[in-house]
């Protein structure tokens, strides 16, 4: 799975719902959110107060994908 600050939350979730602990160290409980379903990583991370580029870095490295 590609990430960028167009991932759709619940995409990332169906793809693999473990890293909804990564979500969780950042205080994003983005797995119980209504909203998750269609919302952006860069949408959530701005409701939530939290740096997209640190989101996209702990995911990426979570997942073992290569930091773009």
Do not use: W
Not at 5 to 29: C, H, R, W
Not at 43 to 62: F, K, M, N, Q, T
């Amino acid at each position: 799975m590609q990430l960028s600050k167009n991932t759709i939350i619940g995409e990332l979730l169906n793809y693999d719902n473990s890293v909804e602990t990564v979500f969780a160290e950042l205080d994003m409980p983005c797995l119980g959110c209504p909203s998750s379903g269609g919302e952006t990583l860069e949408e959530a991370c701005a409701i939530h107060g939290v740096e997209l580029d640190v989101l996209l870095d702990r995911l990426r490295s979570y997942l073992g994908k290569p930091t773009e």
